[in-house]
Each structure stands twice: as structure tokens, then as C-alpha cells.
């Protein structure tokens, strides 16, 4: 599990990354940075974590609290922001083209996906999901429900290791052990 969120973060074998396929092969709507689309972007690996990791829907949480789960706004887009602060993008599987494309491949069919930090991004909260009505920002953070207290903000790059440990923790009751 820990892998599947932040394999190139955890060990420097390069043979483990293929587990990021788990969070890097979603939806991606390749050289579209208009806010709408990287915020749909951002719920659909919140909500293959919700569902995949935690057995929670979490993405709904994009637009309001939910009426009977303890999942407020705050939390989702502070699980959004750690994907905000994640790059993806398809590395040429031959080095030649490569350096000739400038590091982005053309063909998705003779690529090969690669996840990796980028700047950390704690996002606003979007006030029904609308993009351009922002109200407070929310720090990278795991689910409050899952966590004793006040959970503490992520601070290591996007907060990926930090929520694969948060998921993956003992005191989590939600994963299987």
C-alpha cells in the first residue's frame, strides 16, 4: 500500500515505482492546466484512495460535507493537495527520443508514466467545488476522523509518503491488517 502511494519516495529501487500505476494511471487530461481540469484530476485520485485504500467516499467531499459520514470539505482538499503537488507525466520509453522531445513523450503507446513530487501545494477550499469561489486554505493533512486529535500537517514535498504512512499506520482502523 505504502508503494502504491509513494514508491519513489520510499527506496531508491527503481524495480518498485511500477507501483504507482495505482495513482498515476487515472484520468489525465495531458497538456490542459485550465483550473477546472486539474481540480477533476485531483478528485479522481482522491477518490481512488478513498475508495481503493480506505473504503470511504471521500470525493464528495469536493463539493459539500457529507450529511451522515464525518468527512468535512477541509478534508478532502487536504488529500487533494498532495496529488496538487504531484506530477505525472509519460517519460519516451527510448532514451533518443528523449532528449529530442525535451523529456515528454509523444505516443502514450511507447511511454511510460512517471509520478513524482513537485512543488507542495496546500489548495483553498472550493466552495461547491467551484473553482474560481475560494475560501480558506487547508494544509496537507490526513482524514480528521482517523486521526486522534488534531492531525498534523504534512510537510515532507507533496505529503505522499506522509499519507501512505497515515493509511498504512496501525492506528488507522480502517486498514485491513
Given at each position: 500500500?505504502?508503494?502504491q502511494?509513494a ?10 515505482d511500477?507501483?504507482?500505476?495505482f495513482?498515476?494511471?487515472?484520468p489525465?487530461y495531458?497538456?490542459r492546466?485550465a ?18 485504500l480506505l473504503?470511504l ?15 468535512p ?7 487533494a ?10 517519460r ?15 505516443n ?5 508514466h ?35 486529535g488534531?492531525p ?5 514535498g ?20
Amino acid at each position: 500500500m505504502r508503494l502504491q502511494l509513494a514508491a519513489d519516495l520510499i527506496d531508491d529501487d527503481p524495480a518498485n515505482d511500477v507501483a504507482l500505476g495505482f495513482i498515476g494511471l487515472g484520468p489525465k487530461y495531458y497538456r490542459r492546466n485550465a483550473p477546472e481540469v486539474m481540480a477533476d484530476e485531483w478528485e479522481d485520485r482522491v477518490d481512488t484512495v478513498g475508495r481503493g485504500l480506505l473504503g470511504l467516499t471521500v470525493a464528495c467531499a469536493r463539493c459539500h460535507d457529507h450529511k451522515y459520514d464525518p468527512i468535512p470539505t477541509e478534508d478532502y482538499y487536504a488529500l487533494a493537495g498532495v496529488f496538487a503537488g504531484t506530477q505525472m507525466f509519460n517519460r519516451p520509453m527510448d532514451a533518443e527520443r528523449e532528449t529530442k522531445n525535451g523529456g515528454e513523450a509523444k505516443n502514450p503507446d511507447e511511454s511510460f508514466h512517471v509520478v513524482r513530487d513537485d512543488k507542495p501545494t496546500d489548495l483553498a477550499v472550493m466552495i461547491r467545488g467551484d473553482v474560481n469561489n475560494r475560501g480558506p486554505v487547508v494544509p496537507r493533512r490526513f482524514l480528521q476522523v482517523l486521526c486522534d486529535g488534531e492531525p498534523t500537517p504534512f510537510q515532507d514535498g507533496s505529503g505522499r509518503r506522509e499519507l501512505a504512512e497515515s493509511i498504512a499506520s496501525s492506528d488507522n482502523p480502517l486498514t485491513a491488517r
